[in-house]
Every structure is written in C-alpha cells, then in structure tokens.
C-alpha cells in the first residue's frame, strides 16, 4: 500500500498528460463535445453564496431557461437539479405524484422503462402504454385511455427517446390533452430541449414540467440537470409530504426562488460553463439555429450510413436527427468492438446500442459540425475494411 502512494501520482500525471493532447470527438448522447469557450469559463474558483460571481449567473441561467420555452417568468420559472438528467426526472416524478394521483407513462424505450422503475421504488401510482422501441408514441392511445380510465392525473412523456432516436409526437399529444384540462403533462425533453421546438407558454401549455440537462442540447458540461415549470401547478404542491430530501422538487426549486441559492452544494463550474453555452446557443439562433446544424450533422450521417450499406433501426418517419441507431450487419466478419476500438484510436467516440435488436449509436450533437460526420464516416468505412468486409456490406 505504501508504495502505491507515491508511484501512483506518477502514473495519473502521465495519464493525465497523454489525455490532454487527445482531442477527442464525442458522437455520444452526452457527455459531448463543447467548445473551448465554454471550457474555459470554468477556469475560475467562485463561492456558492458569491453574489456577482455566481448568485446572479444562476439567476441569469433560470430565467434564459424560461425564455428558451418560450414562457414568461410571470407564470413560469426553472429549477436546476444536482446530478445526471435521471436526478431530475426522479425529483420531479417524486415530487409532483401525489398518493392519490395516477400517472400514465408512454413508454417506447429503456427511458420511459426507467421512469417506471422510479415508480416502482418510489411506490408511486402509475400505469404505462408500451411500444416497441423503434415506434413513436401515439396520442389517439392516450386520448382513447384517458376516455376511459379517469384515474390518470398526470401523463409522463419522453420527447426524444434516445434508446433509439425516436421523436415522439410532443404537438398532437398536448393538442389531445386540451380536451383533458386537469391531465397535467411531465416531459422529459432531455435530448431534444434546444433542438427541437419548445413552447410552454402556447402549444404545449399542457405540459407543466419539463426536464432536461445541461450535457445535451445546450452543450455544457455534466453536473446538474433542471425542470421548467408552471408555478401554478407546482405552488400546488405546497404542503405536501416529501419523499425524498436531497429531490424534493418544491423545496429546491423555493430554495432557488426565494434566497437565491442552492440547499445544498451548489454545481459552480458547470453553472458558470452553463451561461457560456445558453448564451452561445441563444447566438447560433436558438433552437431553430442549433437544429439546423444538428440535422445537416444527421444528413452527413445519412449520407455515409447510406452509402456504406447499412441500415437504420428507426423508419424515417420517426427518426430525430439527435442520435441514429445502425443495425449491426450480421456478416460473421462484424465486430462492433472492433469497430468501437479502431475510431477510438483515431479520436472519436461511438456508442453501443441499447435497442431489441443488436445496433451501435451515433449521436451527432455538441460542437460537432458536418465535416467532422463526414470524417467519421471514412473512418467508419476504414474501420470495415479492417474487419476484412467489403463496402457496401451486405
Ligand atoms: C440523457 C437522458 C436522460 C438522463 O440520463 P442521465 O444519464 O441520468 O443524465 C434521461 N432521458 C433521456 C431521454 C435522455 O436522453
């Protein structure tokens, strides 16, 4: 042991050197690539209760965060959460079901399975319309369940299902929700919150929490995840027994609203990085802007995936362009491993599947830009021609 002490130190500076001349590209779902600039805001120590240096970029970042749903802080605000996206869903989920509520969770994938897993844990009521994971949702099933089950208080949606890169269909579902007033809509917009539209303070009026984080869209840097809410819906929830300390969503977010801070350890750096990446995301036009880049990062990706013989594992009709899944050919000569191994020596990052069917991800988010997917992709050739396959594969 006591030798470890001091050749340790060693090896994790070497380590640490070799990474710093890495310069990887994250084709991931996040943690992603961001810019230098929003790196560099974090080169700054500042105090939780710092008021200039920090109390106000909170502030700031709450209040853009409104604007970017396009609601008005006079009826809405934003909580931020410590932790990954799933501490947020687990707050709000926690949180806003009450024991005499129900929740109804559209379930097409291995996010809104986790949901049902924090029900389960929580003890919370729920019921679920399942899909399979290469389908969209459908809001005829929720309006034909919601004819006949009036024990649904809340419906529990994932906007982007990034299991498989499917977009499910946020309008038609709060456009049949206008025929149920008292159904309030949670969404986990997680992957698609700052590229695909949002709009809290019109169409999608219904729904009354949305969740996302800032590793995704927004291009920051893990650490803490947030919801968009309603006050109306959530000053409701005044009074109510908590079930959990650290996720009680009402207290976190009074906690932000009325003194400023956090209760607990507040994630300074990835805050500060935060107010970089909205305000660039706000400079590239928003979620118009940051979606046009993201679908020609898509395109580029369709294009090679195409050429290369490969197959998507989503029909076009419901496929975002956050994240595509690719079949695995089932040529004996494959090896996804392989293929994970020989990008990543040459600096980019894939992701394993998670779908019914074995697939491998690409996710083209972050400051990644359509040369770099077109670069990926001649790697990805490269990569199958080193498996000893032949282009297109069959
Ligand atoms: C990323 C993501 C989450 C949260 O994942 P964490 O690993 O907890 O950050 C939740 N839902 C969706 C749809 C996501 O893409």
Redesign the pocket.
């Known amino acids: 042991m006591k030798r470890l002490r001091y050749v340790l130190p060693l090896t994790i500076h070497r380590a640490v050197s070799t990474e710093a001349k890495r310069h990887l590209k994250l084709f991931t779902?996040?943690p992603l690539s961001t810019t230098d600039s929003v790196k560099r805001r974090m080169m700054v120590d500042v105090g939780s209760r710092d008021e200039i240096g920090f109390l106000q970029v909170v502030r700031d970042v709450r209040q853009r965060l409104v604007v970017a749903s396009q609601a008005t802080p006079e009826t809405h605000d934003a909580v931020l959460v410590q932790g990954?996206?799933?501490h947020a869903?687990e707050s709000v989920l926690g949180s806003v079901i009450g024991k005499s509520d129900r929740v109804l969770i559209l379930n097409n994938g291995s996010?809104g399975e986790r949901q049902k897993q924090v029900c389960r844990i929580l003890n919370l009521p729920f019921d679920s319309i399942d899909y399979p994971d290469n389908q969209a949702v459908r809001a005829e099933d929720l309006v034909d369940r919601l004819r006949t089950d009036s024990s649904i208080t809340h419906v529990s949606m994932?906007h982007?299902?990034?299991t498989a890169g499917v977009i499910n269909p946020l309008s038609p579902v709060c456009d049949a929700l206008s025929e149920f007033p008292h159904v309030h809509l949670i969404l986990?917009s997680?992957?698609a919150f700052g590229a695909y539209e949002v709009d809290l303070g019109g169409r999608h009026s219904a729904c009354k929490y949305l969740i996302s984080?800032a590793n995704?869209n927004m291009q920051g840097v893990p650490g803490f995840s947030f919801c968009v809410y309603e006050r109306k819906a959530l000053e409701a929830l005044s009074g109510r027994r908590p079930r959990s300390l650290a996720l009680d969503l009402y207290q976190q977010a009074k906690g932000l609203s009325d003194g400023g801070q956090f209760r607990f350890t507040a994630p300074t750096h990835a805050i500060l990085a935060f107010q970089q990446a909205i305000m660039e995301w706000e400079a590239e036009g928003g979620w118009l802007g940051r979606s046009e880049r993201y679908k020609a990062n898509y395109e580029a990706i369709k294009r090679g995936i195409e050429r290369l013989g490969l197959r998507f594992y989503v029909d076009e009709a419901c496929r975002g362009y956050i994240i595509s899944a690719i079949c695995e050919p089932s040529h004996p000569k494959w090896s996804s491993h392989l293929l994970y191994d020989y990008l990543f020596e040459r600096g980019f990052v894939i992701y394993p599947g998670k779908t019914s069917e074995n697939t491998f991800r690409i996710g083209n988010i972050g400051n990644i830009h359509p040369e770099d997917c077109a670069e990926l992709v001649l790697n990805i050739e490269m990569g199958i021609k080193h498996m000893g396959l032949q282009i297109p594969v069959q």
């Open positions: 779902p996040g990954a996206g799933t869903v996010y994932i982007l299902e990034t986990d997680m992957s984080s995704k």
